[in-house]
């Protein structure tokens, strides 16, 4: 994250004690040793039955309707601290409460989360429980359900895929030239956020809340689709627990869904990519484009934004072909069907690339967070609410080598578990599991393209 520098500085103050190139080998080297055990051993889909098991009590306990007002209002307080932080706070974004609750506690820690506990984010989702009060005072008022638009089928998830799009960028193309030193003003966070709050609000008045969260609303979509890792869900209105991963296997049923796993990567990549590997390129970019006559700040962002579109093109591409490697296996299923029914193997990548670019952001800021920005919301020195306004952040919880063995993992296990699934899903495609594991080839050549351009991002950066 370009708001936060030194959040990467430990990486660049010592050596790591393995060359990075040794790494990429050894993850290499397990991701084809995993790919050859799961040929041998696994021989029959495991994960198209998700084992449901409901938890009668809990259910009824948790998702009566007191905890959901209380998790909606609470949702809604949050936003409003944040965005009145971000409007009236100080232009600082390290010191202004705003920035980091949009772009760590929430944009960073909802995805693991999600991912270990299920859709955490559903019953405190702001927009979602404003658009429901509004819906049931609509009822009362007119004695009647408020009549919507039928949702364009063709537009599945792509507008929630747009949306987080939109989002990453104007953090890290935007706001690396927002007018201030070190990243985003925290006001135009607030504005985005008031703009964004506006049009989810309008969508669901058109096609209704539950319908727009399902597949238009940006972060409804995207933490949900975390939460299809987690062994914890929530079917026909009761909790219950299922079989790990297993819910993933039906979540890329909507057009867009392929698209928004792919944006994932691809911009988390670039937000890496850009302070190392594309950073040298990405300024002979703005010096033509400011040769050409556009100005400085408007040039840096369209040298951001061009390379931000080419990273998630490449993630597009390197997918597309092992897709299409894939048609070239006899009795194999039209491109589309396979397009869209091997995205959710993505999934476990987009959140290893999370955990591997943000982890130690995520643990040094949210010192900050739950130290003196809670105290201090606006950065304006003058509020101390829990006596921790002049708390710091120790740098010393995580050395460099933590950090890097951190990613490591992340990386290994988010693709190991992403071949586990694409391999799963072959033996539904292809009954013959030697036809399901020759399929897996192409898969396992964009598993290990993945991890090794994940280390050598990492790398790069911590050279």
């Known amino acids: 994250m370009s708001f936060l520098p030194f959040a990467h500085a430990l990486i660049v103050k010592q050596d790591l004690p393995i060359p990075p190139w040794l790494f990429a080998w050894a993850a290499t080297i397990v991701l084809v040793v995993s790919f050859f055990a799961l040929a041998a051993a696994w021989r029959k889909p495991r994960f198209e039955d998700e084992g449901w098991r409901p938890f009668r009590v809990l259910s009824r306990a948790l998702l009566s309707w007191p905890p959901q007002v ?11 601290v944040a965005v009145y932080a971000g409007l009236e706070g100080t232009e600082a974004p390290d010191r202004n409460l705003a920035v980091t609750f949009f772009f760590v506690t929430a944009w960073i820690g909802l995805p693991f989360f999600s991912a270990l506990l299920g859709n955490i984010f559903r019953p405190f989702n702001p927009w979602r429980a404003i658009g429901r009060v509004a819906g049931g005072g609509f009822r ?64 669901m008045a058109l096609f209704g809340v539950e319908e727009w969260c399902e597949r238009g609303e940006a972060f409804s979509v995207y933490f949900g689709m975390f939460s299809q890792l987690a062994p914890i869900g929530v079917r026909e209105g009761q909790l219950g627990w299922r079989r790990p991963l297993a819910a993933a296997a039906r979540w ?61 093109g490449l993630v597009g591409l390197v997918y597309y072909l092992g897709v299409r490697g894939m048609r070239t296996v006899p009795k194999a299923p039209p491109f589309e069907r396979l397009w869209s029914g091997f995205a959710h193997t993505l999934v476990p990548i987009a959140l290893a690339y999370l955990v591997a670019h943000y982890f130690s952001l995520f643990v040094f800021q949210e010192q900050a967070q739950f130290g003196y920005l809670l105290s201090d919301p ?47 899903r ?32 990492l790398s790069v950066n911590g050279a």
């Open 140 to 203: 009362l008022l007119a004695g009647q359900r408020a009549a919507h638009l039928r949702y364009p089928e063709r537009l599945g998830r792509w507008p929630a895929a747009l949306g987080i799009f939109g989002f990453v960028w104007l953090e890290v193309v935007y706001g690396s030239t927002g007018g201030v030193a070190i990243g985003l003003d925290p006001h135009v966070a607030a504005t985005a956020a008031l703009v964004y709050s506006g049009y989810t609000l309008a969508m």
């Open 378 to 424: 606006l950065g304006t020195a003058t509020t101390d609410l829990f006596g921790t306004a002049n708390s710091g952040i120790d740098f010393h919880v995580l050395d460099a080598n933590a950090i890097w063995y951190v990613q490591v993992g992340s990386l290994v296990v988010g693709h190991v578990l992403g071949l586990m699934l694409a391999h799963d």
């Open 252 to 312: 890329a049923t909507l057009p867009g869904s392929a698209a928004l796993v792919i944006v994932s990567i691809g911009s988390t990549s670039y937000d890496g990519a850009s302070e190392g590997a594309f950073k040298t390129s990405i300024e002979k970019l703005f010096n033509l484009f400011v040769e050409a006559g556009i100005e400085r700040v408007t040039a840096m962002r369209l040298a951001g934004t061009v390379f931000m579109l080419a990273t998630v």
């Open 70 to 80: 209380v998790c909606g209002a609470v949702g809604v307080f949050l936003l409003g």
């Open 426 to 457: 072959a033996l539904v495609y292809w009954p013959n599991y030697r036809q399901a594991s020759r399929s897996q080839y192409w898969m396992l050549a964009v598993m290990v393209a993945f991890t090794c351009f994940g280390l050598y991002l």
